[in-house]
Each structure stands twice: as C-alpha cells, then as structure tokens.
C-alpha cells in the first residue's frame, strides 16, 4: 500500500498544472485506482490478511460525434489477494492463498459538464481469473500442497465521475463491479 501511495504521489507532482483535464478524440487517460468492497474474499469470508484491490485502466478517445460526448476505448486490469493461516497443536499450519485477476476491455461514455468535471457510463467485458493455493505441514493432511484456478467471462456496467486538477491530472471515483464496487483514484492524461 505505501508503494502505491508513493507512487501516486511521485504522478502527481510531475504531471499537476493549471489547465483542464479534457478528454478529447485521440487523446488517452491513465488510471490507477484502489477499491473498496467487493465480492473477493476467502473461505467463509474470513481472511487473515489482503492486499488492496488495485485497478488500473486506460482509455482512448474514439468518437466524438455521437450526441454531446465522447465514446472511448480501452482495457482494465484488476488484482486482490487474500490469505488465511491456521496454526494449531503450536506444530502444524494450513495455509491458503486466493489471488484474483481481472483483465478487460472496456468502453465508455463520457460526457463533460465543464471544463473540469466529467460523468462517464461504460460497460467492461473481462475474464476473471481465481488461483486457490493451499499448503500444511500436517502429515495426516492430504492437501499438502494444492494449487487449483479457474476463470470465468464477465460483462460488467460501471459509472463514475472524473474531476481534472490540471491538464494531465485528475481525480476519480467509479461505481460497478471490476475488483471492487467502488474505486477511488487519480487519472493522468497523456
């Protein structure tokens, strides 16, 4: 977590100036967000630790001339990781593992209200990727060390708004189900 606050904050004193954040045909936004709530979680809901659920997602402006916004193009990718470790009789661990990924193409609405917020509605079609890994040391335990995965294809409605701090900064907030509910982060345009 401190690596991705440093890293935010490394953007973010590089790229802040006075203009507007607009997205336009042609122009691309880089956005890297951390999420809250979620689906994501381990047996029986109970975990031991987790990594925050990071999202990153780019978008390309595509068409301009449909109504009063803007369509874009662009791919997402998502991760979290879970873990649980149960200790017992002070000898013996199981220890499990879930890592999930989610990788994507998406494709947005975007419409400005002025020259620094925008609302954006778009729709994410991904394949969700799960890898289970379980170890122990418990020689009576059958599943001494048990790797399984799994993948589904998912298409996704998300909204969210984007408010520009300068020409190739932002902020963001988004609604629907990638890695999390609710993403939260900055977006920089290129």
């Given at each position: 977590m401190?690596?991705i606050?440093?890293?935010i904050?490394?953007f973010?004193?590089?790229?802040?100036?006075?203009?507007?954040?607009?997205?336009e045909?042609?122009?691309?936004?880089f956005?890297?967000g951390?999420g809250?709530?979620?689906?994501y979680?381990?047996?029986?809901?109970v975990?031991?630790?987790?990594?925050?659920?990071?999202?990153?997602?780019?978008d390309?402006?595509?068409k301009d001339?449909i109504?009063?916004?803007?369509?874009?193009?662009?791919?997402?990718?998502?991760?979290?990781?879970?873990?649980?470790k149960?200790?017992?009789?002070?000898?013996?661990?199981?220890d499990?593992k879930?890592?999930?990924t989610?990788?994507?193409?998406?494709?947005?609405?975007?419409y400005e209200?002025?020259?620094?917020?925008?609302?954006?509605?778009g729709?994410?079609v991904?394949?969700?990727?799960v890898?289970?890994?379980?170890?122990?040391?418990?020689?009576?335990?059958?599943y001494?060390?048990?790797?399984?995965?799994?993948?589904?294809?998912?298409?996704t409605?998300?909204?969210g708004?984007?408010?520009?701090?300068?020409e190739?900064?932002?902020?963001f907030?988004e609604?629907?189900?990638?890695?999390?509910?609710?993403?939260?982060g900055?977006?920089?345009?290129?």
């Open positions: 401190k690596k606050i440093l890293i904050t490394v973010s004193a590089i790229a802040f100036s006075a203009n507007s954040q607009t997205l045909k042609g122009s691309s936004l956005n890297i951390v809250l709530g979620g689906d979680s381990s047996y029986s809901g975990y031991s630790t987790n990594t925050p659920a990071v999202g990153l997602s780019f390309w402006g595509f001339d109504g009063p916004g803007l369509i874009t193009l662009g791919a997402y990718v998502g991760y979290k990781q879970l873990t649980y149960h200790i017992y009789s002070s000898t013996y661990y199981y499990w879930w890592a999930y989610i990788v994507g193409a998406r494709s947005t609405y975007q209200i002025n020259d620094k917020l925008s609302l954006y509605a729709l994410l991904s394949v969700n990727f890898k289970f890994t379980e170890k122990s040391n418990d020689p009576y335990y059958v001494d060390n048990y790797t399984s995965s799994n993948s589904d294809i998912f298409l409605v998300f909204g708004a984007r408010y520009g701090f300068g190739h900064f932002g902020a907030a609604l629907g189900y990638g890695i999390s509910y609710l993403t939260l900055v977006g920089f345009k290129l």
